[in-house]
């Protein structure tokens, strides 16, 4: 038989509570050594013994003072848990409005980080789709402007040279208006428009 | 709900001091019913509770630490730990048991910060009488209680002899067993250890007191 089972026998029987299957068991067991029943007969006395010298309740010393000093810190656990309950309930009452406002806040960033990446097309679909005829944008030159004329000796060849002017923008759109006047391009639909705007773009 | 309430609240405004057993308006109410009116905030309710149950921690306590004032200031713990997770409780369960586990983790922290062995066994030196600091005995003593009394007789004095010299563990078992008389499955949810252990420990406890009794019979 295992130990363990066997320990488990013993402390059943000092306790009174072995099953009949385990008393006979234990009886095997019994035969089989006879110094066995006094042993346990022994044990029993002392766990009898133990319980009837120790109390199982002892009052602590000033009982009175023992609850009246435990309901003080259970009176300013109160009152350390009572403001942030508050906070909580307060925090609690505004909690439908999470999730509305965080979906429109998503929404405006979208927009606001859609107009800021890309303004130069918005303002192409503009121009395009309200069909102006001036120039988008104004080419101006630098102040370091200088032109110089070449010429051999007769004058019949000549070269003019000119230095300081600035590079042409990207989004320079010098073709819509001649070409939309000169193709007749005027009345036709905004999304045609919008096309050849890419095209030349 | 409120009836409820209301008929704890009449019932819990007398009883409040006194002994752990006395008063008869006490113990109408259950334990159970005590433990919903506390979680409904009630400090009168959990007063009725604390009064009813601290006769049986201190005891506990003072058993495992053999050190008056600390076990006062213990048994305030494990009360304030109870009142702190009560609201957790579920009403299935059983008060007492988990009662009993609250004290067993507040007694083992309690051991632990004096310092363990490095094997996790706990160090009986702790609990030698020339041990303890001087002037640790809070009660004052001119009149002898009836419990002391039983425990100053001979055979009470050897069998804490006995119990001391056991490690926490097995002190421990024998004192929920034998003197609180939990059932073995009760105590493996208290210990939080499996029921195996609980019998085992029960065994070796049981058989070196055993020894140590009748060594000190010899000796007489």
Redesign the interface.
């Known amino acids: 038989m295992k130990k ?1 089972k066997t ?2 026998l ?2 059943k029987w ?2 009174g509570l072995l099953t009949p299957e385990e008393e006979s068991e234990l009886a095997l067991l019994m035969k089989q050594d006879p110094s066995l029943e006094p ?1 346990l007969h ?2 029993r006395m ?2 009898q ?3 009837d ?12 003072f ?2 009246s ?3 003080r ?3 300013l ?2 009152a350390s848990k009572a403001p942030s309950k508050k906070a909580a309930r307060w925090w609690q009452s505004l909690r439908w409005a999470w999730a509305p406002a965080g979906g429109l806040a998503l929404v405006l960033a979208f927009f606001a980080g859609h107009r800021m990446a890309r303004p130069s097309t918005s303002e192409l679909v503009d121009s395009v789709s309200r069909a102006q005829p001036d120039l988008v944008s104004v080419y101006v030159t630098s102040n370091q402007l200088a032109a110089s004329v070449i010429a051999d000796g007769d004058g019949a060849v000549s070269a003019i040279a000119i230095e300081g002017l600035e590079d042409l923008e990207d989004d320079l759109e010098l073709a819509i208006n001649t070409e939309q006047k000169e193709e007749g391009l005027e009345g036709l639909p905004v999304s045609y428009l919008r096309s050849r705007a890419h095209q030349f773009q | 709900m409120n009836f409820l309430r209301w008929g704890t609240s009449k019932m819990l405004m007398a009883p409040a001091e006194g002994s752990a057993h006395a008063g008869s308006s006490d113990q109408e109410v259950s334990d159970h019913q005590l433990i919903e009116a506390c979680q409904n905030g009630e400090t009168r309710a959990f007063e009725t509770l604390v009064t009813r149950h601290r006769g049986k921690v201190y005891a506990m306590i003072q058993n495992m630490i053999k050190n008056e004032a600390d076990a006062w200031d213990l048994s305030q713990e494990v009360f304030l730990k109870v009142w702190k997770a009560l609201p957790k409780f579920e009403a299935r369960a059983q008060f007492s048991t988990w009662l009993y586990r609250v004290t067993h983790n507040v007694v083992y922290d309690w051991l632990r910060k004096k310092k363990l062995d490095s094997s996790g066994e706990l160090e009986d030196s702790l609990l030698k009488p020339s041990e303890i600091a001087a002037g640790a005995t809070t009660t004052p003593s001119s009149v002898v209680r009836p419990d002391e009394a039983l425990m100053n007789n001979e055979l009470g004095v050897k069998i804490r002899k006995a119990l001391k010299t056991l490690n926490a563990e097995h002190r421990e078992t024998i004192l929920l067993r034998e003197v609180q008389g939990f059932d073995y499955k009760e105590i493996a949810q208290i210990m939080n250890c499996s029921l195996g252990t609980v019998m085992s420990r029960l065994y070796y406890a049981r058989k070196k007191l055993q020894t140590l009794l009748s060594d000190e019979k010899g000796k007489d």
């Open positions: 363990e320990e488990e013993y402390v000092v306790d042993d022994q044990s002392v766990s013994t133990i319980q010298s120790i109390l199982d309740s002892v009052e602590p010393p000033y009982g009175d023992f609850n000093q435990l309901m810190k259970v009176e656990e109160i």
